[in-house]
């Protein structure tokens, strides 16, 4: 039985940090790509950030590029996402994903969480 499970979330004042771990258990976690995405109310869901199995590869989404930091834990089956610089429009509700082919396109991420709320206040 594959899960994941995401937490860290909450309401944090622009400016602020937070960091998200996502926990997999049911695959094998070191063999497979990893992601972050978001779905900002009334918005589609976009991509984040994504990282290959090893970690050695990571891609970011331009709107965060130089704020967040994507990494992962093989050893724990967990994968992070560290958020800094926080902004209003950051806020969204978070999913962490995996892929076992791909790759940076949502479509190759079979295996989701139920994502975790990032509020942002201005």
């Known amino acids: 039985q594959v899960q994941l499970v995401e937490s860290g979330g909450g309401l944090v004042q622009a400016g602020g940090s937070l960091r998200l771990s996502c926990v997999v258990s049911?695959?094998?976690?070191?063999?497979?790509?990893m992601g972050w995405f978001r779905q900002p109310l009334g918005k589609d869901r976009q991509t984040v950030a994504t990282?290959?199995?090893?970690?050695?590869?990571?891609d970011y989404a331009d709107s965060v590029r130089g704020r967040f930091t994507i990494s992962r834990d093989n050893a724990k089956s967990t994968v992070y996402l560290q958020m800094n610089s926080l902004k209003p429009e950051d806020t969204g509700v978070y999913y962490c994903?995996?892929?076992?082919?791909?790759?940076?396109?949502?479509?190759?991420?079979?295996?989701w969480g139920q994502g975790t709320q990032v509020t942002v206040s201005s």
């Open positions: 049911g695959l094998t976690f070191s063999n497979v790509f």
């Open positions: 994903a995996s892929s076992p082919y791909g790759g940076s396109n949502q479509g190759f991420y079979t295996r």
């Open positions: 990282i290959n199995s090893s970690g050695s590869d990571t």
